[in-house]
DNA sequence: CCGATGTCAGTGAGACTGAAATCT
DNA sequence: CAGATTTCAGTCCCACTGACATCG
């Protein structure tokens, strides 16, 4: 009936939401262990994709540059990630993680990313291709509406805290 | 063949994370909209569910208690809760959206969840029931990891700021 | 010289700890 | 009065804006 498949699709709306918050949860659980800011942990989590330009790091986590640097500062003191100057343009400065902080990362999200394939174990190949292209499909639509907002508020601070005109 | 397999799962990891990133951003950008912080924001995501205690959205949200009670002073100064007294236990203060704020969320994600069905609209009724069941699963993996971070880690503040010891 | 990239001061908002107030 | 819940006072970290240095 399509009254059955309405509360379907709601069912993996709800479903989704909570997952969003279970992982929030659980990067904040990560971030009171190894003493690390929301912004910290965003930033090591691009870097295991690939090293970055401090301006690229800044971009992808929504920070401003003289923020992006004391991050950085805060992640090389603690030896986790390291500064390489770009030889090509020595204006940029690649950010990189150390295998130190390779390895914190793998003992943190090691365990809870080991169970994702028994998780889906149960799933026929068809089922794998299909729930990847939703969660493609949906990441592009969230992309978009993202664009779309930020089209629509330009000129404002990312946290809000600066942005109160009072 | 076995590798096709283990590709596909590989890739529902990796689209699981993109996903994630691109959610992490949109939340960034509506709160770049409307001056809220993270924090804000979470509170917000909590109270759509239903009206909480300040306790309770502290523990949600893992702010102290104090750090609450000004996220609620700012949420209810623009309007978007408000505080109630338990009559039964005049101890607990319930906060609760107001029409106002339940109509600012909806204006911002509204145009996102509509998008929902039209995404889904090309599964059949069992890949959706699958897809619900993985998200539910996944979800309570995530919660297992976490609290079992929280016991091997106790004692420690939520973002590190404080727990900075020099 | 001008644009781009990154870093250095100074300011302000928000989260924390600890103590106080209110209610059961 | 002890316990629970929330709020107040004081401190500190972190992000921001704006100016400066360096390089293409």
Redesign the interface.
């Known amino acids: 009936v399509a009254d059955?498949?309405q509360t379907?699709?709601a069912?993996?709306?709800r479903?989704?939401?909570?997952?969003?918050?279970?992982?929030?949860?659980?990067d904040?659980?990560?971030?009171?262990?190894?003493?690390?800011?929301?912004s910290d942990l965003?930033c090591l989590?691009?870097l295991t994709e690939r090293p970055m330009t401090a301006g690229e790091l800044g971009a992808a986590t929504?920070l401003s540059g003289a923020a992006t640097t004391t991050l950085v500062d805060r992640l090389e003191q603690r030896g986790y990630v390291r500064r390489v100057r770009d030889t090509a343009d020595r204006r940029k400065v690649l950010v990189e993680l150390t295998p130190d902080g390779t390895r914190m990362i793998g003992q943190?999200y090691g365990?809870?990313?080991a169970?994702?394939?028994s998780?889906?174990s149960r799933?026929t190949?068809t089922?794998?291709?299909?729930?990847?292209d939703?969660?493609?499909?949906?990441?592009d639509?969230?992309?978009r509406?993202?664009t779309?907002?930020?089209n629509?508020?330009e000129g404002?601070?990312?946290?809000?805290?600066a942005?109160?005109r009072t």
Do not use: C, K
Not at 18 to 25: E, I, S, V
Not at 28 to 38: C, F, H, K, T
Not at 127 to 132: F, G, I, K, S, Y
């Open positions: 059955d498949r379907l699709i069912a993996v709306g479903a989704t939401q909570a997952y969003q918050r279970a992982t929030d949860g659980f904040d659980e990560v971030g009171r262990a190894l003493a690390l800011n929301p965003r989590d691009w929504g943190l365990p809870l990313a169970e994702g394939p998780l889906l799933f190949d089922d794998l291709a299909l729930m990847r939703f969660l493609v499909g949906a990441t639509v969230v992309d509406h993202r779309r907002l930020r629509s508020s404002r601070t990312r946290l809000g805290r942005a109160i």
